[in-house]
């Protein structure tokens, strides 16, 4: 299973897209679902920055504001690549 877009939530909830659906999640169930996957590191890092953050404005912090935040999407990654490979095939087919 290979994760494709990472949005958070709230309360140290995500929404995950995989390759094969989505679903809501909290970092411990995506490490379980994909241990091995790069991206996790990239959700590990927000979650520090947010309690940084939180830290340095215990009095008027919201943590509201980073609901729907976008954390990674390589869907267009996947789309570039996607194209790539249809363009050989036609390309090896003319040849």
Request: glycine letters at 2%; proline letters at 1%; a negative charge.
């Amino acid at each position: 299973m290979k994760i494709h877009k990472v949005s958070y939530i709230e309360n140290g909830y995500f929404e995950v897209k995989y390759n094969i659906g989505t679903v809501v999640q909290d970092l411990d169930a995506i490490k379980m679902t994909c241990p091995l996957d790069k991206s996790i590191k990239d959700i590990i890092m927000f979650l520090r920055t947010l309690k940084l953050e939180r830290l340095q404005n215990e009095d008027d912090y919201d943590e509201l504001k980073y609901r729907n935040h976008v954390i990674l999407d390589i869907s267009d990654e996947l789309n570039k690549r996607k194209d790539m490979l249809d363009a050989m095939s036609m390309y090896a087919k003319l040849h």
